[in-house]
């Protein structure tokens, strides 16, 4: 994604000439003039595999996209797949998330990273539909969905309650359970007790212990 843009324009006429594409004069400038508007996409030819284990070379615009979002704007990884017959047939578009980052399931997106889009469902060459126009789409469709979120790192293991028991006195039992017991009760999540507030905590605590100490 780092090519100049000469070095961009040569990977697409030699992208177009493995294919081989159908319309090479259409493909080649439509894929020039996304390149240029979206300097991080660069063309490779490469094996599409689809669900039922199909093979099929294409070329493929892999970088990012920029996302506007709150204010802010996030590059967001996607690879677009472009069939021999371009532009004939519609692209395929997926999300490719980096290890920090994890696929947003929703309207356009599905739980793979594949995008479906009206643009691309009702693709139609003869009406002017292309590349360059199906990226600023994308764009602004990431913007009102964005389409993947940052992984959260794993939380510290929580620390076990050392809460002790005082000794038994003599010739008294009691089937109560302990401190201890009731906490880790609590903790696990297994309490009959489904409010969790702080306060509702802060006395059934304070009720066991008083119970425990009582003679």
């Not at 240029?36 to 996409?41: G, H, I, K, P, Y």
């Not at 595999?49 to 294409?58: I, K, L, P």
């Not at 996607?78 to 017959?85: C, G, L, M, P, T």
């Not at 028991?165 to 009691?174: A, E, K």
């Amino acid at each position: 994604n780092n090519l100049r843009m000469g070095d961009k324009a040569a990977a697409v006429t030699q992208a177009v000439s493995e294919l081989p594409a159908q319309q090479p004069q259409v493909t080649t400038q439509h894929l020039n003039s996304c390149v240029t508007q979206f300097r991080e996409l660069s063309p490779k030819v490469s094996k599409y595999v689809y669900d039922n284990g199909q093979e099929y070379r294409m070329i493929c615009l892999s970088g990012t996209i920029p996302m506007p979002y709150k204010g802010n704007t996030y590059n967001i990884p996607v690879n677009i797949w472009i069939h021999s017959d371009y532009p004939n047939q519609a692209p395929i578009v997926l999300v490719t998330p980096t290890k920090e980052m994890q696929i947003k399931p929703s309207k356009i997106v599905d739980g793979n990273g594949r995008v479906y889009l009206p643009y691309l469902h009702e693709w139609k060459a003869r009406q002017g539909y292309d590349l360059i126009s199906l990226v600023n789409i994308l764009c602004m469709e990431f913007s009102s969905a964005p389409p993947l979120f940052a992984r959260s790192s794993a939380a510290p293991p929580r620390p076990k309650p050392t809460y002790q028991q005082p000794p038994p006195q003599p010739g008294l039992t009691s089937t109560r359970p302990t401190v201890s017991q009731t906490v880790h009760l609590i903790s696990a999540g297994t309490s009959p007790i489904n409010n969790s507030s702080s306060i509702h905590r802060h006395h059934l605590l304070v009720w066991v212990a008083g119970s425990v100490r009582r003679p």
